[in-house]
């Protein structure tokens, strides 16, 4: 039997066009709020803590608590409006939260309250067709999906100057959980008995679809992608990877015998995909034109 999904990518904040029909489920590897203000401010703080070797000079530090809640703020409700149009499909639609999503995790270090606050089970609260399949094992008939999201790199830094601007302590944590979500999806994997769609915010470490090729980013010409997605990939070969979060790449790369997909970023890409059995029966990667209105 075939089953046939639509794939969105990273949106932040903008609804997708949609260029396909007739699909059973939508997959969105994460990233729906927005990003557009906070973006630069993050990169810039980025910048100085590499120049200053320091774990301070924060995106917040830089524009102050008070801006920093309204910008977050307008961001979740962006967010809000994209899942809310997915959801309006009337077909299962899973997810996993990306970094934009306002988890909380990446700041478990800060000792700013705010900032360590998880926002995404509101975010997706009272959706019914959103299912989050964040480091869970989920059913789907003749498949069964798992999600590893949030991540937005190498989950513990492979580059000498990640290493010398992250304290001790946040090295020490991040190894911690490091092992803890490699243990976590090593145990879903062992358990799955179906062909599984693996849905990782962002796309496996060390291939085309995860180097930095943005000549603004601090990181450019670096491969930021998630080292726990390459190793379950190589352990346990699903039969599809899907992600995003690197946003110059939307394209697909074998990996053994998983078909890896960069979902790509904005409202103008889709990817259909056809399975039947064990295999892929149709993949289509197809971006439109930004003066082209197809919304449904």
Not at 236 to 264: D, S, W
Not at 275 to 289: N, P, Q, V
């Amino acid at each position: 039997m075939e089953t046939k999904f639509l794939v969105v990518g990273d949106l932040h904040g903008s609804k997708p066009n949609i260029y396909f029909k007739d699909f059973d489920a939508i997959i969105a590897p994460g990233d729906f709020c927005s990003s557009d203000k906070i973006g630069p401010l993050v990169f810039e703080g980025m910048r100085k803590r590499f120049e200053e070797k320091s774990e301070y000079n924060r995106w917040f530090d830089i524009v102050g608590k008070e801006k920093a809640r309204e910008l977050v703020e307008e961001s979740l409700s962006k967010g809000r409006k994209v899942l809310e149009f997915l959801n309006h499909f009337g077909v299962p639609v899973y997810i996993v939260p990306g970094n934009w999503e306002w988890t909380g995790k990446q700041n478990k270090e800060l000792g700013w309250d705010f900032m360590r606050r998880d926002r995404y089970r509101d975010l997706i609260k009272g959706l019914p067709n959103i299912v989050d399949v964040h480091h869970k094992l989920i059913d789907i008939g003749d498949y069964q999906i798992i999600g590893h999201g949030i991540s937005s790199g190498p989950e513990y830094p492979q580059y000498k100057e990640d290493l010398e601007s992250t304290g001790k302590e946040e090295l020490e944590r991040m190894k911690k959980d490091y092992e803890k979500d490699s243990k976590k999806l090593e145990s879903l994997f062992e358990k799955a008995t179906k062909p599984v769609i693996f849905i990782s915010h962002d796309v496996p470490f060390n291939t085309p679809l995860d180097e930095i090729t943005n000549k603004s980013s601090p990181r450019y010409g670096y491969h930021y992608g998630s080292l726990i997605a390459r190793e379950m990939i190589e352990k346990y070969q699903p039969l599809v990877c899907i992600g995003g979060h690197i946003h110059e790449h939307f394209g697909k790369f074998e990996i053994g015998r998983t078909m890896t997909i960069n979902a790509g970023f904005g409202p103008y890409v889709n990817v259909f995909m056809e399975l039947s059995d064990s295999h892929i029966k149709r993949l289509e990667l197809y971006r439109g034109k930004k003066d082209e209105l197809r919304v449904k």
